[in-house]
């Protein structure tokens, strides 16, 4: 009997993995990092458009958020890797019908935006995104990262998460995109 | 224990799934604090139902199971258990189907066009309102640029604060293609900084000239608080006398005025609250598909754990029903192949407990009465065994036979005196047994005599003489038997069914009769014979003498023959009656003890026997030979010598005249042999047995129950008294003889002597072996 159960629960897990793999909606197409100031810089391009639906969905002023998942780990043979970095990044963007103006922003800072399109072009080049300071990561080393972007149902109304959850149009996430990095000791300021 | 242990454990979860159903149709609330774990309670609902649906199909592949192989009780569990699904599930079903209904009929009322199209025109007379104040703060805005055209930098600054106060503007600006600030006036005394336009609004202003757009007060704020909203005016100045020359555009030395008047604050909050209906509308436009589905999912997956739960309590509910009937049930077949042990009793008082109590007291009194009959057939049978053993024992044949005269029933002393195998005869006529013609016959027709004089004794008695065949062994040969046979009507319930006869081999008792009557015979005619015989002797001589001397020669010679024949004969008259006398009138014995072993060899010793020889004379072929094999130790026995000297006169003459009279008997012997018998018991009596054995032609059957009878012989000269003499000895020294045939031919007597009680242990005296 548990058995059999075990066997359900397994294929449940997979179908719902690979109906999220499945459901994206671009993809992450560069991702460098450089040292400025004493602080590790990322750099990326995202190639990402949206749906008729997500689109009819904006223009009526409902507000997308957009997710970036960002971990950096150093890999550790003799244990699990070592998660040296692993954070978020959120934008906002949202179309106002009164005043017909589109406002993107991530945290408290929002600025308006002439059109989606624009306003989209903040997540598509992501610049100078400081994600630690040089000290955090040790010389001579290896570092492993991988970057998307997705839509954040989970800040969504209630009733859009779930059209979110089974409508490929609301699960929108590009594949995880795996980089390496290496540091090496001239770089590294003594 | 484990019983408990599972109770507990279904308990559990029973109420966990209960909870997570309560949490999943809380967290459906758009509020709730568990709207961010709705996937993970669908998933855990989920689970929980895979769940109880494994488990049902488990219980029911069982059911089916248990159906299929005919195990009993698994049709009613079955029955039972559809009438409590379709009970708990069928008004689920309703209910779950109108709620689905009802719920996507009245989400699809929500929307229609014409909520749809007067919000949209409320959103557009918002749009018209600002659009409105927009043109008429750009005209001013303009009659403000026309003002400070051609106006230099420093005149700009004095002129602004002025124009701003005639105009009625809440802040107004001046600055340059740069973005560098030139002047700057506003109503709001405490703003010491502009409002700069945002990068974009400048970038817009390279391409067209001026730019109006309502914006709102603090983008950055989310949320439904109130939001106010401001009018931002950007309208190009004429470039001064000496800037021109530069072409126009965002170059250092171009000027712009930006006025910013505020929407008045009732416009504002009526024109956002229509733009927030209209968001929240569009947003739930958007998702009714998804709220549909959010509350169908819930609503379906209540229904699949409710209708599992009804399974599987159905199915408990009907097991834990049907248990103690299936219990009854097993106990019934349990007292149908004879166990009668009884069943649990329930402790529950309900009806199926009362059952079970009458079942184990129905089987307790089932028990008891088996038990007595067993009893009753035990006793029956060891009656009948007792009856049968007596019968088997009993010396007397016993013959029962049914209305039709066939057997019914017979005993070990029938076949016996019969000589006859009845064993694979029962249930047939007497008549087809081999052997068994004649004593048929004579039944029969005794019955039928008796049914015939219509006696009032309720039996008959009859004296048959039947002749048997030959039986296979040699040693009881019988011809005639005479049988003393008693036969009945069987009354069985009062009424007359069957014939019972019982007879008796009575030819040894006649014969003793004989012998009595022998003797008495004997007894008289010697009495009666012996006193003429002298008179006619003492005649006979007297006329012998009176006369011989007077006749003459020839006449006195016949004279003497006569007479000496008549003396003669006379005298063997005498010993004839001295025989019968000594025969009916045995001289009375003069009891001693005596040592049987040297009498015997007293006696052999005038036959020939040499004690020393006990090859015997094998040169002589003729002559009999003696072998004598004598016990020693013999204690003495009581008896008249005399008497027993006659006795082993007789059974040895006998044995040496038998064994001589076979023809081609090259070797006939004679063995004697005596021996001590011990008792049976230690307190019996000892014996000494003797034995006189010949091998010679044996004793003819039909003689073999008369030997002892007087005149009974088979020798040609023999008077026939040695035996009846014998027997008579023997009987009056309380010994016992017996007289039969050897089985490799021959005859033997043996003889039992008693041992009186004080020369039992006295055994000095041995044997002259």
Not at chain 1, 5 to 32: K, M, W
Not at chain 2, 691 to 715: C, H, I, M, Q, W
Request: aromatic share 6%.
């Amino acid at each position: 009997m548990s058995r059999r159960l075990l066997y359900v629960l397994i294929v449940l897990v997979a179908l719902l993995q690979t109906g999220l793999a499945l459901a994206n909606g671009g993809e992450v197409t560069h991702v460098s990092l450089q040292q400025t100031g004493g602080q590790w810089m990322l750099d990326a391009d995202i190639d990402i458009h949206l749906g008729d639906e997500l689109d009819e969905a904006a223009h009526k002023g409902v507000p997308l958020y957009f997710t970036v998942d960002l971990q950096i780990e150093r890999p550790r043979w003799w244990w699990f890797d070592e998660t040296v970095v692993d954070e978020q990044r959120t934008w906002r963007i949202q179309y106002n019908p009164l005043t017909r103006q589109w406002r993107t922003g991530t945290g408290d800072l929002s600025l308006p935006t002439p059109n989606l399109d624009e306003a989209l072009d903040q997540l598509r080049h992501i610049r100078h995104w400081a994600i630690g300071p040089t000290e955090r990561f040790a010389a001579d080393q290896t570092w492993r990262g991988r970057l998307r972007l997705r839509l954040d149902t989970a800040r969504l109304a209630r009733p859009l998460q779930v059209d979110g959850l089974n409508s490929t149009a609301w699960a929108l996430t590009t594949p995880w995109k795996y980089f390496e990095f290496s540091t090496s000791a001239d770089t590294h300021p003594e | 224990m484990t019983r408990w242990a599972l109770r507990l454990a279904l308990g559990v979860a029973v109420i966990s799934a209960a909870a997570l159903l309560a949490l999943l149709v809380w967290s459906t609330g758009n509020a709730s604090r568990y709207a961010q774990q709705y996937d993970t309670l669908l998933l855990l609902n989920g689970i929980l139902a895979v769940a109880l649906m494994s488990w049902v199909v488990i219980l029911a592949s069982r059911l089916l199971r248990q159906i299929r192989r005919h195990q009993f009780g698994a049709r009613l569990t079955a029955r039972f258990t559809l009438y409590f699904t379709l009970i708990g599930v069928l008004p689920g079903l309703l209910i779950y189907v109108l709620s689905v209904q009802f719920m996507s009929r009245s989400i699809e009322s929500w929307f229609n066009v014409r909520v749809d199209t007067a919000l949209e025109a409320g959103l557009n007379l918002g749009r018209a309102a600002l659009d409105t104040q927009l043109a008429e703060l750009d005209a001013r805005a303009r009659g403000i640029a026309v003002r400070l055209n051609n106006a230099s930098d420093a005149e700009i600054a004095l002129l602004i604060t002025t124009l701003r106060a005639t105009n009625e503007i809440d802040e107004a600006m001046v600055f340059s293609g740069t973005g560098r600030l030139i002047a700057f006036s506003s109503t709001d005394f405490s703003q010491l900084l502009p409002d700069l336009p945002p990068s974009s609004v400048l970038n817009q202003l390279r391409v067209s000239q001026g730019y109006g757009a309502a914006e709102e007060d603090h983008p950055e704020v989310d949320g439904p608080t109130h939001q106010g909203l401001h009018l931002r005016v950007i309208v190009p100045i004429e470039a001064s006398s000496e800037r021109l020359g530069t072409p126009m555009g965002l170059g250092s030395d171009s000027r712009w005025l930006q006025v910013i008047q505020a929407v008045p604050e009732r416009i504002a909050q009526n024109a956002s609250q229509v733009q927030r209906g209209f968001q929240d509308y569009q947003e739930l436009a958007l998702s009714r598909l998804g709220l549909r589905k959010l509350y169908g999912i819930t609503l379906t997956l209540a229904l699949i754990l409710a209708v599992f739960a009804a399974l599987v309590a159905a199915l408990a509910v009907s097991r834990r029903l049907v248990r103690p009937l299936l219990r009854l049930a097993s106990g019934t077949q349990a007292v149908s192949v004879g166990d009668f042990r009884p069943l649990p009793e329930p402790p529950a008082r309900d009806e199926v407990g009362q059952l079970t109590r009458s079942f184990n007291a129905m089987t307790r009194q089932l028990d008891e009465a088996r038990r007595m009959v067993d009893r009753h057939r035990r006793q029956l049978e060891q009656s009948n065994l007792y009856l049968e053993s007596i019968l088997g024992n009993l010396s007397s044949g016993v013959l029962v036979f049914d209305r039709a005269f066939c057997l019914t029933l017979f005993n070990q002393g029938a076949q016996n005196i019969l000589h006859v195998d009845l064993r694979t005869h029962q249930g047939r006529p007497l008549e087809v047994v081999e052997g068994a013609l004649p004593m048929a016959r004579l039944i029969r027709q005794a019955f039928a005599t008796h049914d015939a004089v219509e006696s009032t004794r309720p039996y008959w008695q009859q004296q048959f003489e039947i002749e048997l065949q030959d039986a296979p062994d040699n040693e009881r040969k019988k011809h005639v038997v005479t049988l003393l046979a008693r036969g009945t009507r069987l009354l069985l319930d009062g009424r007359e069914d069957g014939f019972v006869v019982v007879f008796d081999d009575i030819s040894e008792v006649i014969s003793a009769s004989r012998t009595v009557a022998w003797g008495e015979v004997a007894r008289r005619l010697a009495h009666e014979i012996k006193n003429p015989l002298t008179p006619i002797q003492l005649s006979a001589e007297r006329l012998a003498m009176k006369l011989g001397d007077r006749l003459p020669a020839d006449q006195a010679e016949m004279l003497l023959r006569s007479t000496q024949t008549i003396v003669n004969q006379v005298a063997s008259l005498k010993r004839m009656v001295d025989d019968f006398r000594d025969y009916a009138r045995t001289p009375k014995a003069r009891m001693q003890a005596i040592d049987l072993n040297a009498l015997l060899a007293e006696v052999l010793t005038l036959y020939g026997w040499d004690p020393a020889d006990t090859q015997g004379p094998v040169n002589d072929s003729h002559a009999v030979h003696f072998h004598a094999r004598l016990a020693e130790g013999l204690p003495a026995i009581l008896g008249d010598p005399a008497q027993w000297r006659q006795v082993i006169h007789n059974l040895l003459a006998n044995a040496r005249d038998a064994s001589a009279q076979t023809p081609g008997n090259t070797q006939a012997e004679v063995r004697v042999q005596t021996r001590l018998i011990a008792p049976e018991d230690d307190n019996g009596p000892v014996r000494v047995r003797l034995t006189v054995s010949d091998n010679g032609p044996g004793f003819a059957p039909e003689l073999l129950n008369r030997v002892f009878e007087p005149y009974v012989t088979t020798k040609p000269m023999g008077t026939g008294l040695g035996l009846a003499i014998v027997k008579k000895i023997v009987e009056e020294h309380g010994a016992e003889i017996d007289i039969s045939n050897r089985a490799d031919g021959g005859a033997r007597v043996s003889i039992l002597f008693n041992v009186p009680e004080d020369h039992a242990t006295g055994r000095s005296r041995s044997g002259t072996g």
